[in-house]
């Protein structure tokens, strides 16, 4: 019995140590991938693919481990498309090095395509680091030139049939039902806009008819029916790379506001102290504008209106930056209603992402508002069903909402193995 106890003990410690020794062998191994932390919180990123893609490349799980941090950002394009840019910025090695790349997809990309561009960027990007590190010589550079092929003209200079229009239109419908209660909706917008370096022109115009039906006994049942809809016109002039100015028309309805018409008229200016150029990576951006809005009420409100025309000035104070620490996007919003007493609004809203340390990150959402401009709330209150099931907004001095988030991540930190199989099947 010792004796078979003692090889049970043997097998037992030589289990233990297997992976530690087969580490050891693996140590004589010298990798020469470069070492790469994929950083991209936005559409388009298909971490499996770039793993076989580019099979030089050593992903790894945090940044501290990386020769390179690549931070992927999208700005959408006024053909409704991504403006994708790709920032490379050294690490160990590489400290103090740092390179961008952009590349413009249009709308209704497909992902392959779009996780193919990517990867195309990826590659351009860290040539300058693979050349730089042993074996090198397994490296190539291709060029296919286009068959007379004119300098790229700028785009206001393109024969265009369009003459740089675009529509884009979208239709909606869903619903549900069940022994007692039964629901659907229908929502559609239409857009067309021209956007240029120099201009911006958008005409939008969006409509909703939501119906909920619910059976309270055999012989009785209630129905709610909500409708909303907008049409808006907005043209934006760029002044500098820092300073534009705009103005908008518009008008439409909201059954869950009692309103059964409002109009409005503004005119705006807007400075962002970075260029604009450096959009996808930083802003802050301070606006004003002052515009006119004209109310006619469904019901009398709680102030005896039935119709009203009330100026307005509004006030905001917006930032955002993607850098290699993290993520931050927050905006103070001030509206007020003059020649009116004390009608005004003011919510901050706000969002972060911020990596503590290896493998950790915090992540921060909120909004809080001050709430004292509801001209158009109906004398006498909603009823009890009007309250349960939303059909009418509510009177309130605040509104708040807020998370909170910790992400943390441990163990191998280049385990890049890609393996699908049966990933969406789950009990």
Known sequence: MPRLLRRAVLAAVLLLLSPSLRTSEAQGVVDTRVRVFLDCQTFGCDRNFFITELPFVLWTQDRLDADAHLLVTRLGTASGGGEYTVTLYGHRRFEGRADTLVTTLPPNTTDDVRRRELARLFKLGLISYVTRLPGQERFAVTYTAPANAPAAPKMTEVQDPWNLWVYRTRLNGGGGAESRASNYEVTGNITASRITEDWKVIFYFQNEYRYNRFKVTDTTSREYIRRNGDAIARVVR???????????????????????????????????????????????????????????????????????TRPLARVMLAGESRQPWGSIDAALRYNRFLMADNRFSLAFNGRTNIRLSRGLSLELRGEAAKVNDQLYLPRGGASEDEVLTRQRALATAFRLTGSVGLNFTFGSIYNTIVNPRLEDFWF
């Open 238 to 308: 760029s002044i500098t790379d820092h300073w534009s100015i705009g103005s908008g028309l518009g008008g439409g309805y909201s059954e869950f506001r009692n309103i059964d018409l409002y109009q409005l008229a503004d005119i705006s200016a807007e400075y962002n102290l970075f260029p604009w150029a450096e959009a996808t990576s930083r802003q802050l951006v301070l606006a004003t504008g002052l515009g006119l809005r004209r109310y006619e009420y469904i019901e009398a409100t709680i102030y005896g209106e039935t119709a009203e």
